[in-house]
T-cell receptor, first 114, second 115 residues
Framework: AQSVTQLGSHVSVSEGALVLLRCNYS??????LFWYVQYPNQGLQLLLK??????LVKGINGFEAEFKKSETSFHLTKPSAHMSDAAEYFC????????????FGKGITLSVRP | ETGVTQTPRHLVMGMTNKKSLKCEQH?????MYWYKQSAKKPLELMFV???????ENNSVPSRFSPECPNSSHLFLHLHTLQPEDSALYLC??????????????FGSGTRLTVV
């Protein structure tokens, strides 16, 4: 079985501050990990993904995430928050295997203060 | 505009109504998915179709009935719903069900309210 844990439901940062959204995963086989963003009244948009190549992954809108196997983590960061980053962020995991599917965390809402 | 289009965007229906949600993808993908997104809950995978064949049904009540007439279209037929079925219903697609590298492409969802 596989799962992801996103602790907390809400993160608030000031514009220009560092964004750090945490994700820890559980998987009995090597995982593939994803971050998605959901803006209000929209579907989910892929931000970035880890698929066993480089452990530091860069995505759209200046976001990046680092896969740390020893910590079973895949935290999402952005050096400087922008007002337009306010949204809900979902971490997801899958793995090789006929029955594997994309399993999502419960999401975390990012607010950006002026 | 994503490659996955869902209609309608909003739907209000009574508990005795019958309605359908539609999803269309223009990406040439062969796998399609229905997810339910309720407030404060993780996304719930409802159904998975691969090459127009249903391959997964996650204990979804029979009042939800999916249909995949071809690899570009996916429907979710609704009847005698309950208020707790109110949620955002998301459609997604991927090149192949076994393609773990790609991730899924999502539509914008249908916001369903059952009254």
């Amino acid at each position: 079985a596989q799962s992801v844990t996103q602790l907390g439901s809400h993160v608030s940062v000031s514009e220009g501050a560092l964004v750090l959204l945490r994700c820890n995963y559980s998987s009995s086989v090597p995982p593939y990990l994803f971050w998605y963003v959901q803006y209000p009244n929209q579907g989910l948009q892929l931000l970035l993904k880890y698929t066993s190549a480089a452990t530091l992954v860069k995505g759209i809108n200046g976001f990046e995430a680092e896969f740390k196997k020893s910590e079973t983590s895949f935290h999402l960061t952005k050096p400087s928050a922008h007002m337009s980053d306010a949204a809900e962020y979902f971490c997801a995991v899958t793995s090789l295997g006929a029955n594997s599917k994309l399993t999502f965390g419960k999401g975390i809402t990012l607010s950006v203060r002026p | 505009e994503t490659g996955v289009t869902q209609t309608p965007r909003h739907l209000v229906m009574g508990m005795t109504n019958k309605k359908s949600l539609k999803c269309e993808q223009h990406l040439g993908h062969n796998a399609m998915y229905w997810y339910k997104q309720s407030a404060k809950k993780p996304l719930e995978l409802m159904f998975v179709y691969s090459l127009e064949e249903r391959v997964e049904n996650n204990s979804v009540p029979s009042r939800f009935s999916p249909e995949c007439p071809n690899s570009s279209h996916l429907f979710l037929h609704l009847h005698t719903l309950q208020p707790e079925d109110s949620a955002l219903y998301l459609c997604a697609s991927s090149p192949l069900i076994t393609d773990r590298f790609y991730g899924y492409t999502f539509g914008s969802g249908t916001r369903l309210t059952v009254v």
